[in-house]
């Protein structure tokens, strides 16, 4: 069940998020997400994006606006299989404090009207399965619509 081949059209976002998602309270904010909400957390386990294994994705929907947050373990790959895809990033930046780099470097890329964004990830549930993950973000909400701050 590969995720990004799901957003070629409105219909195909909405039939792949009732197959392979189930709601949860609009209103829940996952720790791992903060300060983001999400509307729906995947029901399987065999999801993927650009043949990578999803340990898990959320997803927030508002009318025709959506935000897949993609879990994968770092050590497939994931920031070279998406410019190997998509070309490079339209946006990097990284965040520093006294010269010192905090998390990963923030990068961004786009296909059509979808912004992907690896962003960095802190686990800090402690998961023992979101060790080690980098957070995907990929829709074609705006960063104010992902916080809901509109």
């Not at 965040?95 to 990963?104: C, E, S, W």
Request: aromatic share 12%.
């Amino acid at each position: 069940m590969e995720i990004s081949k799901c957003w070629n059209s409105k219909n195909d976002v909405e039939s792949y998020i009732r197959k392979y998602f189930i709601p949860v309270d609009s209103n829940t904010t996952f720790d791992t997400l903060f300060p983001c909400t999400a509307n729906y957390i995947n029901a399987v386990d065999s999801l993927s994006f650009l043949g990578m294994r999803v340990e898990q994705c959320w997803v927030k929907k508002e009318g025709s606006l959506y935000a897949f947050f993609i879990l994968i373990h770092e050590s497939q790959g994931l920031e070279e299989a998406i410019s190997s895809v998509y070309g490079n990033p339209r946006i990097k930046a990284q965040t520093y404090a006294n010269d010192t780099p905090l998390g990963r470097e923030y990068n961004v890329w786009q296909d059509g009207d979808i912004n992907l964004e690896l962003v960095s990830f802190r686990n800090l549930t402690k998961t023992k399965r979101y060790e080690n993950c980098e957070l995907l973000i990929a829709g074609n909400m705006s960063r104010r619509q992902l916080t809901g701050r509109h």
